[in-house]
């Protein structure tokens, strides 16, 4: 079993930067690949970035102002969030694959003001 815990959102203004954390415990030496996926109101959760045995991917609405990192000294996944916009608001979900199976964070709120 493997447990994640995210950290790092909060309120912020248009334009200011945000780094998430993802802390992995548990059963780690099974998880393969690593993402971040968001849900805002009235929305589907969707992809934001994955890092999979170190290559990276994202959403077009990542690219270029996101960055996914993960230190697997650590067991932590990283999303360095620039240049926000009021519509990246969302829940904030860290996931994990370990042996095939989906493994979920609790989520942390990212708001952006304009």
């Known amino acids: 079993q493997v447990h994640l815990v995210e950290s790092g959102g909060g309120l912020v203004q248009a334009g200011d930067s945000l780094r998430l954390s993802c802390a992995a415990s548990?059963?780690?030496?099974?998880?393969?690949?690593m993402g971040w996926y968001r849900q805002a109101p009235g929305k589907e959760r969707e992809l934001v970035a994955v890092?999979?045995?170190?290559?990276?991917m994202y959403a077009d609405s990542a690219k270029g102002r996101f960055t996914i990192s993960r230190d697997n000294a650590k067991n932590t996944l990283y999303l360095q969030m620039n240049s926000l916009k009021p519509e990246d608001k969302a829940v904030y979900y860290c996931?994990?694959?370990?042996?095939?199976?989906?493994?979920w964070g609790q989520g942390t709120q990212v708001t952006v003001s304009s």
């Open positions: 890092n999979d045995s170190g290559s990276a």
């Open positions: 996931n994990a694959v370990c042996d095939m199976a989906d493994h």
């Open positions: 548990g059963d780690t030496i099974c998880i393969s690949a």
